[in-house]
């Protein structure tokens, strides 16, 4: 069983279309994340949720909305892609207070 | 905020040498450093972390070093293998139990290659 799975692992799209990417985990865990690596490998922190709750929220352009449907699902909105939000987003979990994040395979976003 | 360089960004060894990565850290409150390791299409997996009560930690092939003093922290793999081959990277935070511990900066990563 896949501890973090994301959907789709591959998005090719337009600029100006909305997409999304789905996150479950079934470890159990009540903190979420996304991260997004870019084409140089580097890894930067978007949203973390505890319980349902926003408590990270990095200055990430509104167009992106997370969504917390309930603990073990973490979801990725993002309005009017543009070029530079081609990248693989990353979504992880880990159990509140212990330091491990568990990350799922990624979601490669290509605009064009 | 917190500001984590990375050293080598490429390092390549030959199968049976050890290999070292370096990091520094800007933010003296950060307390938790943690190196992943991610290999080809696949997300980052944890290999080791330490904490700042502890200056070194040790796991089978792979040890981590911290100086808090300077603020550099150090991973070591002796005796590395083809399947070593993998970008690490480090990382920092404030974390100290709570939710703080995810909110984590990363190094720009190290592109290591074992050739056999």
């Known amino acids: 069983d896949t501890a973090v799975s994301q959907t789709p692992k591959y998005l090719v799209t337009q600029m100006g279309n909305d997409k999304s990417i789905k996150c479950e985990q079934n470890l159990g865990h009540d903190t979420m994340y996304w991260y997004k690596q870019d084409s140089k490998k580097f890894l930067k922190i978007m949203f973390s949720?505890?319980?349902?709750?926003?408590?990270i929220n990095e200055t990430v352009p509104n167009r992106f909305s997370p969504k917390s449907p309930d603990k073990a699902h973490l979801n990725l909105h993002i309005n009017s892609l543009e070029l530079g939000d081609s990248a693989v987003y990353f979504c992880a979990s880990s159990h509140t207070n212990y330091g491990e994040l568990f990350f799922g395979e990624g979601s490669r976003l290509t605009v064009l | 905020g917190e500001n984590v360089e990375q050293h080598p960004s490429t390092l390549s060894v030959q199968e049976g040498d050890s290999a070292v990565i370096k990091c520094t850290y800007s933010d003296s409150a950060s307390n938790y450093f943690p190196w992943y390791k991610q290999e080809l299409g696949k997300g980052p997996q944890l290999i080791i972390d330490i904490r700042s009560n502890v200056g070194e930690k040790k796991d089978q092939r792979i040890a981590v070093t911290l100086n808090k003093t300077a603020k550099h922290f150090s991973l070591h793999i002796t005796e590395t293998q083809p399947e070593d081959s993998a970008v690490y990277f480090c990382?920092?935070?404030?974390?100290?139990?709570?939710?703080?511990?995810?909110?984590?900066?990363f190094g720009q990563g190290t592109i290591l290659t074992v050739h056999p």
């Open positions: 990382a920092a935070s404030t974390g100290a139990g709570g939710t703080s511990y995810g909110k984590l900066t």
């Open positions: 949720y505890n319980n349902k709750e926003l408590i």
